[in-house]
């Protein structure tokens, strides 16, 4: 594929990412509730491993300079080393690792089994930041910034295998894929 169809790739998966992230549900936590768990698992299973973790990364970086692409119509470099900011980190390991699955095997486990890793790295990363930048106890970190969200969180889960395999199937059909590795389809 060429590099003018990646970067468009790149950018609209960023875009829906940035969009994801504004459908907010406050908490009475520091973390909010958010759409950006489908946008990333969408990301990684359609884009594949490389694609994917460079339109994660685009999407931190337009975040990190201040443009309001986070959350709540935030950005900034403070949103990265706060309290949330493991969540946001975590996304483009997160992709990379439902890209190189779904590179390997198009299957609807394999979907679901490398997304719910991907939602355990994300709550990894998060709470553990949650925690330092909070001075929260282990205990407490798990209760807001993951707890809350795990049934929500598995339910997007869903979704997006859902979707990115209706959206594969329709890019395999018409030779639009941006990666031709399939195990089983």
Not at 45 to 70: C, D, E, R, T, W
Not at 173 to 180: A, D, E, G, I, V
């Amino acid at each position: 594929m060429n590099s003018t169809k990646n970067m468009i790739l790149i950018a609209f998966f960023s875009g829906i990412t940035a969009v994801f992230s504004q459908i907010v549900i406050p908490l009475p936590t520091p973390v909010p509730f958010t759409l950006q768990i489908i946008a990333v698992c969408l990301s990684g299973a359609i884009l594949g491993s490389k694609l994917a973790v460079m339109s994660q990364i685009v999407y931190l970086l337009l975040g990190s300079i201040g443009i309001p692409v986070f959350a709540g119509m935030s950005g900034g470099i403070s949103i990265l080393v706060g309290p949330t900011g493991g969540f946001l980190l975590s996304f483009p390991l997160a992709a990379g690792l439902i890209g190189l699955a779904h590179e390997r095997s198009q299957g609807v486990l394999t979907s679901f089994i490398s997304m719910f890793i991907s939602l355990v790295l994300i709550y990894s990363l998060g709470v553990a930041q949650l925690k330092f930048a909070s001075s929260l106890s282990w205990r407490l970190a798990f209760a807001y910034g993951a707890a809350p969200f795990i049934l929500l969180d598995m339910l997007k889960v869903g979704i997006a295998v859902f979707v990115s395999k209706t959206i594969n199937l329709a890019l395999l059909k018409n030779n639009l894929h941006p990666y031709n590795r399939f195990n089983s389809f």
